[in-house]
């Protein structure tokens, strides 16, 4: 379903979408995020997603056109690769407990928060071998 109306509330880091029947819906600034349809969150293919953790404070700083089917925001922490398509932000829209749930479900599992680190810390990765 195609949006009639897109927009973006800074301050209040939600993204509007109004339809042709009338319906509205927001989308939260750190939903977009976590969801982005980039490869840099959702990997190369099955498995390889890549799970955003400290993003609970991030917004959208831009949103540009994509021909006449997505939208691609710019978010305060520099990511700016997703493009999300209608298909895309209808589903986050009308499946936003399910999304909210698996997400905050990931993050526990894996010992994480929607908290960004102080900026004073660094995390250094190791790969086993």
Do not use: C
Request: charge should be neutral; aromatic fraction near 8%; hydrophobic fraction near 40%.
């Amino acid at each position: 379903m195609t949006p009639q109306t897109i927009k973006l509330h800074k301050k209040s880091r939600l993204l509007e979408l109004g339809y042709a029947d009338g319906t509205r819906y927001q989308l939260e600034a750190e939903l977009l995020r976590v969801y982005s349809p980039s490869a840099e969150v959702r990997g190369h293919g099955v498995g390889q997603e890549i799970l955003q953790a400290g993003k609970r404070h991030v917004a959208i700083t831009a949103i540009e056109p994509v021909g006449n089917y997505a939208i691609k925001p710019t978010f305060d922490d520099g990511h700016n690769s997703g493009i999300f398509s209608w298909e895309t932000l209808f589903d986050l829209a009308t499946n936003q407990a399910a999304r909210w749930a698996d997400y905050t479900a990931r993050l526990s599992a894996a010992g994480a928060s929607r908290e960004p680190l102080p900026a004073d810390t660094q995390v250094i990765k190791f790969m086993p071998s």
